[in-house]
């Protein structure tokens, strides 16, 4: 019968093969090469690029995120990210029940908006039962009524050379040496202009709650949760967001994640 | 048996049938080069994936995460206990101590919280959206590699030959997990029915469904391919499965390497590298099979 023989050199040179691949990673080797403008990162996000000409070439412009039914609404819409604002501007807003609180819409309009909430909850508006996913890996299936985004760019008049919307928030996100970092965020028309995308005052049957981001937030269906900005008070209309923040198109962005959130 | 000794190609050696140890050219050079690639992407994806992983270390069964009602079937966590802070895993409810690994980990004195620890992460440190950046640009190198190797296997026969099971595979089969429950193992031009199912369950079954459960977790590919998601159980099963499919193909990688070092990790080194691998004498008798080098 066979017997199992193996010479000690052998054993090691296999082990080691096998053991170097898991040293390796021990695994700090790469950090140093991969913080945000280090020349390996931007190497490899190139494939971020290419993820989303891929996905926009295959979703096109108006292919539709799936929805659900009532029965799938089981559990409140989990909050994340900022959930009461500290900001003095957002509490004045809210204690009066923002009623003093407009939408305004400028940059490359024709017809610069400010909207109060009542302009806009009497506009066409339209309900959808869709999954949240957030990049952390969970989603949450919800209830959203809002007015399409299209319809108030239509209003504004976007002009020829506007390539992105980029919505201004009401919420510090963060706290840096140079002030507070309030949160924004940019889509192109394309998704802007999507019959999912909503700017969404409310939530499975009520007024969109503050901690989801009264009175109103941003649904962009096809993207992921960071994408979706609460706590609304302008869009502006911009050919480039390379002057804002650090330039990468958002408040995650330029921290890391991709500006195309669609996978 | 058969004998095995045939040169697959012009470029192999005209293989007498010997008795002698013969040097014979086994794998093409687009199987070697398609095997590092996968073998680069599959280990910067696991590491970075592991890393997404600790964003939110659960895993959950339907359409939606619970946070209301209970659908988590694995979660990795710390907890404050009697003796310190200590990590957790749990698999279907029930609960192991993790300490050290999963849940818990680092440098003693410095340990945080964390689903898997930092040397089996990347980056090292806690950073999702880099860990996507990786994740994401070697998902790219491992489909293209996918669709190469499979291109070039239709063309060159690889899969017809090599991988394809035939009546003899199933003929065979329990005989080949005898000889491999006793590690003894033919050196010939062909493989074993145990190697034609991992090499194959590998790449026709793991590969295609790691890509597909990583497609249906985007939003934006939802809206292409609504079906997929209804197909797998809905978007959290898809993550659940895609974390399955990893731990299958960390098992088939511990014990393809335990079969490289038992069955002589030079030779077998050898032929994924040059191409070339030493075969034993055609097992016409049931002598063990020799080891070389």
């Known amino acids: 019968m066979a017997k199992f023989e193996i010479s000690r050199r052998k054993f090691l040179t296999g082990a080691s093969l096998g053991v170097s691949g898991i040293m390796l990673s021990g695994c700090d080797a790469f950090d140093s090469q991969l913080g945000i403008g280090d020349g390996l990162r931007s190497f490899l996000e190139n494939a971020n690029g290419l993820t989303w000409r891929a996905q926009r070439l295959l979703a096109g412009r108006d292919s539709l995120a799936p929805e659900f039914t009532e029965a799938d609404i089981r559990q409140p819409q989990r909050p994340n990210g900022v959930t009461a604002p500290d900001d003095d501007v957002y509490k004045g807003l809210l204690a009066n029940n923002f009623a003093d609180w407009r939408l305004e819409v400028t940059g490359l309009v024709e017809k610069p908006l400010s909207l109060t909430r009542d302009q806009i909850m009497n506009m066409p508006s339209r309900t959808q039962i869709t999954r949240h996913d957030c990049v952390e890996g969970w989603s949450c299936i919800a209830k959203w009524t809002g007015t399409p985004l299209s319809l108030v760019l239509d209003q504004a008049v976007v002009k020829p050379q506007a390539r992105y919307v ?27 202009r999507h019959p999912q995308t909503i700017l969404a005052y409310g939530l499975n049957g009520k007024p969109l709650p503050v901690e989801n981001g009264a009175p109103l937030r941003v649904r962009v269906e096809r993207q992921l949760g960071y994408k979706m900005p609460k706590y609304l008070s302008k869009i502006e209309l911009v ?23 669609g996978i | 048996m058969e004998s095995v000794v045939r040169s697959q190609s012009a470029t192999g050696p005209d293989t007498p049938v010997s008795n002698e140890k013969t040097l014979i050219y086994r794998q093409s050079h687009w199987t070697r080069l398609t095997h590092w690639l996968w073998a680069i992407s599959l280990f910067f994806m696991l590491l970075s994936g592991l890393q997404i992983f600790n964003a939110r270390p659960q895993l959950y069964i339907g359409k939606q995460s619970g946070f209301e009602f209970n659908n988590t079937v694995f979660a990795i966590g710390a907890e404050n206990t009697a003796n310190g802070s200590r990590g957790y895993t749990e698999i279907l409810g029930h609960r192991f101590d993790t300490t050290g690994v999963l849940g818990w980990s680092g440098p003693a004195g410095q340990e945080t919280a964390r689903g898997f620890p930092s040397w089996a992460t990347i980056p090292s440190y806690y950073d999702l959206g880099t860990a996507r950046v ?27 030959r090599d991988l394809a099971p035939r009546i003899d595979d199933i003929k065979r089969l ?30 026709f079954v793991l590969l295609p469904l790691m890509i597909i459960t990583g497609l249906a977790m985007s939003p934006s590919m939802n809206s292409v391919l609504p079906f997929l998601n209804d197909l797998l159980g809905g978007r959290q099963t898809a993550r659940t499965i895609h974390f399955s499919v990893m731990v299958l193909l960390v098992l088939f990688f511990v014990v393809h390497i335990l079969m490289i070092i038992a069955a002589g990790p030079i030779n077998e080194l050898r032929s994924i590298i040059t191409g070339w691998y030493r075969t034993d004498p055609p097992a016409h008798d049931n002598k063990p099979a020799k080891r070389n080098s």
């Open chain 1, 166 to 192: 980029m919505f201004h928030c009401l919420d510090t996100i963060d706290r840096s040496l140079a002030g507070d970092v309030k949160y924004y965020g940019t889509i192109d028309l394309i998704d802007a």
């Open chain 1, 239 to 261: 050919d480039s967001f390379a002057d804002v923040g650090e330039g990468r198109g958002g408040y995650w962005e330029d921290n890391g994640y991709d500006w195309y959130g």
């Open chain 2, 134 to 160: 990786v994740h994401f640009f070697f998902a790219w190198i491992l489909v293209t590699t996918l669709i190469v190797w499979l291109v070039a296997s239709l063309i060159n026969g690889h899969i017809r």
């Open chain 2, 174 to 203: 329990p005989q080949d997990i005898i000889d491999h429950a006793k590690l003894k193992f033919h050196h010939t031009r062909e493989y074993n029915t145990l190697q034609k199912m991992a090499y194959g369950g590998v790449l």
